[in-house]
């Protein structure tokens, strides 16, 4: 298969823009897909944010910045990703929703695309099922924020084709990512190891064991890791940690996957997090937010 010259994202959240920067930084002609116009807009300003401060670290000179920003193009209409190589979605963690999006795919794509999701849980089989294609379909799980983070985990679903797992093998090292590689089952290696770990975080916190910010601080300095398990799931957003348990819990069958009712809670009451200003800790304008550092 012929190196990618073009990249579709589909999704402009953090990971789809972050996907996005990837590829055009490493000479990709990039298209990135979301249905409101708003937040391409938001997301415009900020790859253009995230470029500037590598130029001003010494990390790429102006005029790469410059040259990777013309290769971006920002698109609300699905048929722009026809002439794409490699296609990588970004959108919700659910299964029915990116079902629907590959069904799409594999209508308006080139035959010779590779369809690839960033899911961090969900089957890769069952994915590429939806589509006529399924030797083409591979789990590509970039970490957050994608630009920074070195890791790729790389899934083959049960029919994914050797050509199209080095494919995007070499995608992953174009990117100068570090490649791991997991068989297609519930949560794949990373989160089958964290939300476990940031789950149990939630037990300790309902039942009274610690405050937040002692169970945070426990873990960085007694474990040595950059962001505590609390801090760590408001950084991810909550609702995708309870997702992925939920995945974790059906697809192993097992009771220590069931999602703590705290964090059941602060979901429904919409504290997901970062993104939407509270979650676990409050980060809104007059608190005392913390400061962490990225991580998964």
């Not at 990039?30 to 590598?54: E, G, H, Y």
């Not at 959108?91 to 010779?112: A, H, M, N």
């Not at 994915?127 to 070195?150: D, E, W």
């Not at 509270?278 to 962490?292: C, M, N």
Request: aromatic content about 6%; overall charge neutral.
């Amino acid at each position: 298969m012929a190196e990618a010259k073009s990249l579709g994202v589909v999704g402009s959240g953090q990971m789809g823009s972050g996907i996005a920067q990837l590829g055009a930084m490493h000479g990709l002609h990039v298209w990135l897909l979301d249905t409101d116009p708003t937040a391409l807009c938001r997301v415009n300003k900020s790859i253009s944010s995230s470029l500037q401060r590598f130029v001003s670290k010494g990390q790429i000179s102006q005029a790469a910045c410059t040259e990777a920003l013309g290769r971006l193009k920002y698109t609300s209409n699905i048929d722009e990703l026809r002439s794409a190589d490699f296609i990588v979605e970004a959108i919700v963690e659910s299964e029915d929703v990116k079902k629907k999006l590959f069904i799409e795919l594999d209508k308006i794509t080139k035959s010779s695309a590779i369809l690839a999701s960033n899911t961090s849980s969900i089957s890769i089989t069952r994915l590429a099922s939806a589509t006529s294609r399924p030797c083409q379909v591979i789990g590509m799980h970039f970490m957050n924020p994608p630009p920074i983070m070195k890791l790729v985990e790389i899934v083959r679903g049960a029919d994914t084709s050797d050509e199209t797992f080095h494919a995007t093998k070499a995608l992953a090292e174009r990117f100068h990512k570090t490649i791991i590689c997991s068989q297609d089952y519930s949560g794949f290696i990373v989160n089958r190891i964290l939300m476990p770990m940031i789950n149990e975080a939630f037990f300790t916190l309902y039942t009274g064991v610690a405050t937040k910010e002692d169970i945070d601080t426990g873990m960085k300095l007694g474990t040595n890791h950059p962001m505590g398990p609390l801090e760590l799931a408001d950084f991810i957003g909550l609702d995708v940690c309870l997702s992925i348990m939920k995945v974790l819990h059906a697809g192993l069958g097992d009771s220590k996957y069931a999602p703590c009712p705290l964090l059941v809670q602060y979901v429904d009451a919409g504290r997901v997090g970062r993104k939407c200003g509270i979650g676990v800790y409050d980060y809104r304008k007059g608190s005392e937010p913390i400061k962490a550092s990225p991580r998964l």
